[in-house]
């Protein structure tokens, strides 16, 4: 069905305020501009245009913290966030049509499902920018998929213990972080919502079962799968529409590993830096990290979540390693404080042989440079805003880019260049006002370019070396294997 007359005037009022966000950058948008894109969205929500409404709240309230100077603000996210606007935006102006996939759906329905049998696998702090904090726990369901229950509401950091302690819905008397910390759980009757929420309706009932040690079926086979495989299924997760994804916790990898001085050493794999996801002095992310990161030696299973802006390594939730008594010792990283006596005393002779450089499979993976700044100058125009895009007019960022081959990623930061130092006079010698909307298209097409060959050549960084017998049997020419790092040059 074609866009109705208020819906389009509403789709071109949200780009015109975004538009105006990304000209000013983070350092110009001031009340005035979040208040307008709030109005914006909300007249999109009135309207049915829940996907690209929801989507301008996102950057609103990162703008605010931005503005807050709140530690847990990082640039990429808002990158991104402003990139899905975008998206959304520009497909609905050029088709015209109301698309399913582009308008959205306001809420997630949650619906009656069969008995759960869950197997607890970790619990997760959260706080958000919005003022919400709580906890979220990851339980292993029998179909192979992930369903989370959570307790999240109105409060700040020092909620989240509170939350931690919550039980599970139904009448156990099961706690969210014991059903993450290895226990287990039957539901009767329960409600799951598309992305794998569990509810917490009148009909559901619940009894404690016996915990699964993450070296124990059923999960044990999280962590079978190599680790690229797990990698290409994360980005193509986080490349959907909130509103598509249609399990929980798609962008978590599961890592077994030894821990270098590099970083985490893994099994099949490259060695990996493990990244605290918040460093908000409240949560112990990155005193349990820096701890871990003096023990080398030490085999570890790793939850983590991908972040493809830190290629280099991942955000680590939760790990297990073996302790004093032999067992295993298992730890939400986000919730428990580390110390000394939690990790087992071994003699510096008994440690095992740390792999040199040329052993490791790529060692921490190494994404061209010039991507790398291709990423930053994307994230530097939503910071700076369209001075700090028009800055760069000597042209070496579209020439290094052509030189390893990023032929498309050169002609998007040219065009982005271009049009953000296209500031023309008329016949008096007058300036012409500036086109923010040719600025924002040539602005999104880079960011989906630099996260498209990010996760492409990601993939690749994380993809094990072809075994010796499997090389020497190929028909590859010696000469390509010093250009296999590198992009096509069509890419």
């Known amino acids: 069905l074609p866009l109705t007359p208020p819906q389009s005037t509403a789709v071109h009022t949200l780009w015109a305020a975004t538009a105006d966000v990304l000209v000013a950058g983070v350092g110009g948008t001031g009340a005035v501009h979040r208040a307008r894109l709030l109005h914006a969205a909300h007249a999109a929500r009135l309207l049915g245009l829940h996907r690209s409404s929801a989507a301008a709240v996102r950057v609103v309230r990162r703008l605010g913290e931005a503005a807050a100077d709140d530690p847990g603000f990082r640039l990429a996210e808002l990158a991104g966030e402003m990139t899905e606007l975008l998206h959304v935006l520009h497909g609905l102006r050029t088709s015209g049509t109301a698309d399913p996939a582009l308008v959205g759906t306001l809420r997630r329905a949650y619906r009656p499902d069969r008995p759960l049998r869950l197997h607890g696998l970790f619990t997760e702090p959260v706080v958000t920018a919005s003022g919400y ?102 980005l193509a997760w986080l490349s959907l529409p909130v509103d598509e994804r249609t399990s929980a916790g798609g962008d978590l990898v599961f890592l077994r590993g030894t821990l270098t001085p590099a970083g985490l050493a893994v099994t099949g794999g490259p ?45 680590a939730l939760a790990a297990a390693w073996p302790g004093h008594d032999g067992r295993t010792f298992r730890v939400d990283l986000g919730l428990r404080r580390l110390d000394r006596t939690h990790l087992p005393a071994r003699a510096p002779q008994d440690l095992p042989p740390q792999p040199s450089a040329a052993q490791q499979p790529g060692g921490i993976p190494a994404l061209p440079m010039e991507l790398g700044l291709f990423r930053r100058a994307v994230d530097r125009a939503v910071a700076g805003g369209r001075a700090v895009a028009a800055a760069d007019t000597d042209g070496e960022l579209p020439r290094r880019l052509r030189a390893v081959g990023l032929g498309t990623g050169a002609r998007c930061a040219g065009r982005l260049t271009d049009t953000a130092a296209d500031r023309t006079h008329d016949v008096l010698g007058r300036l012409r006002p500036a086109d923010p909307d040719a600025y924002a298209e040539a602005w999104l097409a880079a960011s989906l370019y630099a996260t498209a060959a990010t996760a492409s050549l990601l993939t690749a960084a994380w993809t094990p070396p072809p075994s010796p017998a499997a090389s020497s049997t190929s028909s590859t020419p010696p000469h390509t294997s010093r250009t296999s790092r590198r992009a096509s040059p069509d890419a």
């Open 133 to 234: 904090a709580g906890a979220v726990a990851y339980a292993l369901a029998p179909d192979g998929r992930l369903r989370t229950l959570s307790d999240v509401a109105p409060g700040g950091p020092d909620r989240v213990r509170r939350a931690t302690g919550s039980v599970v819905p139904g009448g156990c008397a099961l706690s969210l972080r014991e059903l993450g910390e290895g226990g287990g759980v039957i539901l009767t009757s329960p409600t799951v919502s598309a992305d794998g929420r569990v509810g917490a309706g009148s009909t559901v009932r619940s009894v404690t079962a016996t915990g699964t040690g993450w070296d124990e079926d059923p999960l044990d086979a999280l962590w079978q799968r190599p680790p690229h495989t797990q990698l290409a299924d994360a």
């Open 271 to 315: 060695t990996l830096r493990l990244l605290a996801p918040d460093e908000r002095s409240e949560l112990p992310y990155t005193e349990n990290l820096r701890l871990l990161a003096g023990r080398s030696g030490l085999p570890l299973r790793v939850v983590a979540r991908v972040a493809p802006d830190r290629p280099g390594g991942v955000l």
